[in-house]
């Protein structure tokens, strides 16, 4: 131990508040709807988010029934099959995943795991989750307007986003481009709140080195999403502009079924620019929060503290900083100055740099660790083998050469879902099946767990590890019917067939899920305060779920970092952040 | 992007030197006890709303330097045709420099705990403020009727989005501004009355540079500068 000054710990007074400066809920609408406590706002969040979540999984049924069977289910048209694409798309990664991961995680986690009573601006913060509400209303909506929601794929690339062979084209794209406004909006407040806490509301003691790592993912991911979303924003305007006043900011000159458009000019490649500025940092502003939540995941199960945990954090700080430079690997096939790809490609290759040093830093954890196959623990093992996965392929695609020929096939698709898709959602799970004893105070049904983890994690490879060698076919993505193709085998065929009926079970595994959150809320067994021994700080809360002002009368005080696991000498495996050192504990001020 | 990766520069510049004072090759695992950090000292809510000032300026920052990349990019496009600026900008422009003065006036008589001139700084502000929106939306009526339609050229399109989303946060501002002058007449008292207007003011101060900026943009003064960049990064 080195340069501990220990003697400071007489002067430092317990840190009581007030009567007043803590938020009292008035009524029960104020203490369950229009919450301003944090904790509450984050199950908010996480409802709202597995809602619509479960939305997008029906379309990916949708979407699997027409390629595994294709001109068996005549209530699946193209223009259908193509709204199915657009909204399962960008529901999953923006809806669902984004706002799982900050609004949900952040709000219950950043404000526990720091030692602050609640986030600095509580009343911004429930405004953001009415504002997300209102986006996901609008969002909603498309699907009952005329012409249906629109069918232009996710990135909503123009011109022909907004031109009438599109589905969607009268009411879907301009409700869609208002709901990403709403949701930038809401996100916005949201995401001021997160940073602000980490760097304001702080308990005595807990530098930032010593914050968990989840802190660091959550936080780096917000001050990304807070840089990268105003480009959506910038685009989603400029776009919706060019549908309905007829502005040409993107719109180039074209002539629709056989007459000249009203527009002229614009750069449809500027819309890429802007939309992949935004669009590359979000693969990171969901993969930064799951890095985090796997390292406290396998350090805790592990009973081990991370391995290299200062190089974690430069990593996590680094990932955030280079994801802001690689955003035109996205548009290898739209035209580009070859030098720009050579410089993209570059960059890209070098993320994966702090990203191999995290998952080696991860199995480093693992090394001779205690290891508890607990659903939590199995779920951090398949993130990262998921991970490698999506990631090793995105070395494929990061190079030019291989991209051209690999670009818009199913290879494309089984590596996002891959990496962005399958990864994170295997850390939501492993962080509900971690944190739900906290927020609930009873332990998920182990059975229907271990069930739900062995069909996700194996049905989700059977869906995604064929697509790899379909799109190696040649095979390519976002068509409703392949049809007779010379390439491509009968045998492929069958392949999809098989992967849709993986499809279908993994999603009805969901429903297992869903139906064991519910259950165990009323029938799960009690959890106590702290029931995996961790040693971070949302553990140690006097109340189990948390009370109004998290900490009772007096802040925690944090003598230490958050993985003090299996220390030698110790009295249990794992050490709580608030226990002062051992030659302080007779007059320590704090249990 | 040649603006929105500046930004972004100076962005990872600020980050890197607030990094750089956080002690981020402290070895957590074998320093155990208490440690205080500079913070500690001064972690009022007043200095908590100071900072999420200046995280939502830098959101907002990174919006108008995205509308800058855009309009550098689309003005090289063979159908650009720049319109002329209209004068009564540039009596707006003053107006608006003498709300922020106003506001700067508001806040150095707020540090001096003298409320009237508070009240009065502030609501001169907020009618200069008031009176750049009204000039603006003028303006836009002489173009409109000079035939400087938003649909009829892109040129045409910035100048409407760009002033509008700038008069947008403007009219934000405004709330908060009105806000802080009922706090005033309320009688709160002057620690809570200075944290406010000191907020109002760093807000004006800085949507009056991004209007210089944007000024200098729309006129064609920085067509020179704008160029420079493109070609350091092409």
Known sequence: MVDVPYDTIA???????????????????????????????????????????????VLSWLMRLQLGFPGTFSFIDANQYLQFITMHGMIMVIYLLTALFLGGFGNYLIPLMVGARDMVFPYVNMLSYWVYLLAVLVLVSTFFVPGGPTGAGWTLYPPQAILSGTPGQDWGIILMLASLILFIIGFTMGGLNYVVTVLQARTRGMTLMRMPLTVWGIFTATVMALLAFPALFVASVMLLLDRLLGTSFFMPTLVEMGELTKYGGGSPILFQHLFWFFGHPEVYIVALPAFGIISDLISTHARKNIFGYRMMVWAIVAIGALSFVVWAHHMYVSGMNPYFGFFFATTTLIIAIPTAIKVYNWVLT??????????????????????????????????????????DTMFVVAHFHMVMGIAPIMAVFGGIYHWYPKVTGRMLNEALGRFHFWVTFLGAYAVFFPM?????????????????????????????????????????????????????????????GNPWGAASLEWQTPETPPGHGNWGKELPIVYRWAYDYSVPGAARDFVPQNEPPAKLSPQGAHP | ???????????????????????LTAKPWLEEGVIFDLREE????????????????????????????????????????????????????????????????AYMAARRGDM????????TGGACAVTFLVGQLLAWRQLNAAGYFVASNPANSFFYLITAVHGLHLMGGLVA??????????????????????????????????????????TGWTDNFVDICRQLLS
């Open chain 1, 366 to 407: 693992l090394w001779r660790g205690d290891i508890h196959l607990t659903i939590p623990m199995l779920f951090a093992l398949a993130f990262i083998i998921t991970f490698v996965n999506g990631g090793l392929t995105g070395l494929f695609l990061g190079n030019v050469v291989v991209d051209v020929p690999l670009s």
């Open chain 2, 42 to 105: 001064s972690g009022s809510s007043s200095q908590a709303a100071k900072i999420g000032l200046g995280v939502f300026l830098a959101v907002v920052g990174s919006l108008f330097a995205l509308f800058i990349s855009a309009y550098s990019m689309r003005m090289n496009m063979v159908d650009w045709r720049t319109l002329p600026v209209p004068a009564l900008l540039w009596f707006n422009t003053g107006v608006l420099v003498l709300s922020s003065v106003a506001l700067q006036w």
């Open chain 1, 468 to 528: 790899h060698y379909l799109g190696l076919l040649g095979m390519p993505r976002r068509y409703h019917d392949i049809g007779e193709t010379a390439f491509i085998p009968a045998s492929a065929h069958d392949l999809n067939a098989f992967m849709s009926v993986a499809a279908l079970i993994v999603g009805f595994a969901q429903l297992v899920f869903i139906f064991n959150l519910i259950w165990s809320l009323f029938k799960g067994k009690e959890a106590g």
């Open chain 2, 1 to 23: 992007m040649s603006a929105v990766i500046l930004f972004m520069a100076g962005i990872a510049a600020i980050a890197g030197w607030w990094l750089s004072q956080q002690r």
């Open chain 2, 116 to 123: 009237d001139s508070v009240s009065v700084g502030l609501c």
């Open chain 2, 177 to 218: 501004l009105g806000r802080t002058i009922a706090k005033v007449w309320r009688g709160a008292e002057v620690a809570k009355v200075r944290a406010s207007v000191e907020l109002c003011a760093i807000y004006w101060h800085f949507l009056l540079l991004v209007w210089l900026v944007l000024l200098g943009l729309l």
């Open chain 1, 11 to 57: 002067g430092v007074p317990p840190a009581e508040v007030a009567e007043v400066e803590l938020y009292h809920p008035k009524s029960w609408w104020t203490r369950y709807v229009f919450s301003q406590d944090a904790k509450v706002i984050a199950v908010q969040y996480s409802i709202t988010a597995m809602a619509i979540g479960m939305v997008a999984l």
